[in-house]
């Protein structure tokens, strides 16, 4: 069960979405009266890992942690409650949520180590690192759809960029090309759906290293992963992610400094590298006022608004879990925004669960 575990937390990042022999289905379930928007995605799906994840219910059904429990109960419920409540899209969404739960129960009743986690994550973000340097070197992606690598250019679909008044993906093709031509670069996203997701999981997975590189006696291979890691964090131009590993490593400096050299060496040829590109990406070297970092944040201001109002007006229990973005047309009233996403894990909570789903969730995360 142990090795099961290790491999689930393994496969964390390469999650290939199967839905298309799942179509008719999804769409069998939709009532035409209900006007779903464009962006809302209707189709139901299955991943690899689902399968595995079922086994590990079957071993840890009768372990559920109080707080996680309760979470899940209140995400029913607030289905259940919702004006969508017959339609049985959040209830396979909801399946998800518990499946993914499945994971952290197994881990802590099968007191995995925290050292083979560590390992196991390491060992998954060298392959997502490779993958998505690739794709920022070739700003195109691979064809590893069966990784769950996303489609990030095509003719029908531009992934998450910004532009340059050069064509340049680094500070020495900007430096060698005198030829002023607008292009855009293409933000690497590894084997994640968005490069803020691939982010989220190389700052977890740079922990993880960090945990690896303080308990090991041969610390030159985990200094060297951990540069690459680095590297691979700045080709996702996620500020949020950018910004918490710089807090975090502050933090945790104080608490051991044997890290700094591969931490100072990746973090000066990251920023020597890149610092073109993180200048005209915005919000990381510099505030410009105008261009994708400033255009983000007004966007995410405009959806955080929608959010709190559609807390005010479903304070207890929300509109029901996955049912936001279905709920939001009616508050939008004309505004026209990039994004429907609310960009921020607590209103979403907040949004679709209510305060008492958020008051759950915040409980689970204490305890």
Known sequence: MSRLLLLLVFLIPFQARIYKFLGPLSRSWIDPAWQLPTYFEPHADLFITDFLLIVVLLLVAKFWDKYLAAFLGVALLSIVVSDYASYPLPYWRWGHLVLT???????????????????????????????????????????????????????????????????????????????????????????????????????FSLLMTWYLYEKSEKKGLLGLCFCVQIITLFTTYSRAAIFAFAGASILLLFKNRSIWKPLVIGTAVSVLLFFPQLFYRGGVVSALSTGPAEESDVMRVTMQEVALQVIRDHPWLGVGFNNYLIAIPSYLQGKVVDTIFVHNIYLLIAAEMGLIGLAVFLLFCAY
């Open 101 to 203: 739960s499945v994971l952290f129960l197994g881990v802590q009743q099968f007191r995995i180590p925290l050292k083979s986690i560590a390992k196991a994550v390491l060992a998954s973000s060298l392959v997502v690192c490779a993958v998505a340097l690739s794709q920022y070197v070739l700003q195109h992606h691979l064809g590893l759809k069966m990784l769950g690598e996303p489609t990030i250019i095509s003719k029908h679909t531009v992934g998450a960029h910004f532009l340059m008044p050069k064509q340049a993906i680094t500070l020495i093709d900007y430096l060698w090309n005198s030829e002023a031509v607008t292009s855009t670069i293409l933000r690497a996203a590894g084997t994640l759906p968005h490069p803020n997701m691939l982010g989220c999981f190389l700052l």
